[in-house]
């Protein structure tokens, strides 16, 4: 039931910006778009949401496109403490009304050293 | 500091034995939710709650079951009728309607149960 679609794996060299895609055609137009990414064996870790705009914030960036059919998320200076797999995610909301995050199987981000 | 506890971290249990997961949260969070993720899965949603007394399946419900006495605790039983229990356990929580009015999920760091 994932909303979202994301390519599988990534690679990018260290101190080089990464930039990890994610397709949401289907997205609402108040239906924000959300990022987290998972460091092995570790629960997620929220990186960013936007829902029109473009947002930064001391982590990463986010550029969701004028149609908001589409969404990336950049990392200007990946470290190879960015290794993770990076879930972009929107709202569903179940039949009875309450909404949930449902997570796709993400990006695996690579950084080579 | 404020934070979502999930105990223990590893676990282990027999076959056919019901087993109990914790997850505490001391954020005042309305919301909280459980998650199961298999090696390289994605996270699925077995039950979420989002107020005290009340919770809704997810996407994988069987074999599982959950309360919500406390707005701070919402424990996971995984019983003897789930086929597959072996797996790494997530809980979550967050404000009610977070999603919607653009605020994110705070995670546990996951229980790994094993069964044998």
């Known amino acids: 039931d994932a909303k979202t679609t994301q390519p599988t794996s990534m690679d990018c060299a260290e101190g080089r910006a990464a930039n990890l895609p994610c397709n949401h055609s289907?997205?609402?137009?108040?239906?924000?778009v959300y990022w987290y990414r998972q460091i092995h064996s570790q629960g997620p870790q929220y990186i960013i949401h936007?829902?029109?705009n473009n947002e930064t914030n001391e982590m990463a960036s986010l550029i969701i496109t004028e149609d908001r059919k589409s969404s990336t998320l950049i990392l200007p200076h990946a470290t190879l403490r960015d290794t993770a797999v990076y879930y972009c995610?929107?709202?569903?909301?179940?039949?009875?009304?309450?909404?949930?995050?449902?997570f796709g199987t993400g990006t695996r981000l690579t950084i080579i050293p | 500091d404020g934070g979502i506890t999930q105990s223990p971290k590893y676990l282990f249990r027999k076959e056919g034995q019901n087993v109990t997961l914790s997850c505490e949260q001391n954020?005042?969070?309305?919301?909280m939710y459980w998650y199961r993720q298999d090696p390289g899965q994605g996270l699925r949603l077995i039950y979420y709650s989002q107020i005290v007394n009340d919770f809704q399946k997810g996407d994988i419900a069987e074999g599982y079951s959950v309360s919500r006495e406390k707005k701070e605790s919402f424990p996971l039983t995984v019983t003897s009728a789930q086929k597959n229990p072996t797996a790494f356990y997530l809980c979550?929580?967050?404000?009610?309607?977070?999603?919607?009015?653009?605020?994110?999920?705070?995670f546990g760091s996951g229980t790994r149960l094993t069964v044998v």
């Open positions: 936007g829902l029109k």
């Open positions: 979550a929580s967050s404000i009610r309607d977070s999603v919607s009015r653009g605020y994110g999920y705070t």
């Open positions: 954020l005042n969070h309305d919301a």
């Open positions: 289907t997205i609402s137009g108040n239906e924000y």
């Open positions: 995610i929107v709202r569903v909301v179940s039949n009875f009304g309450n909404e949930k995050l449902t």
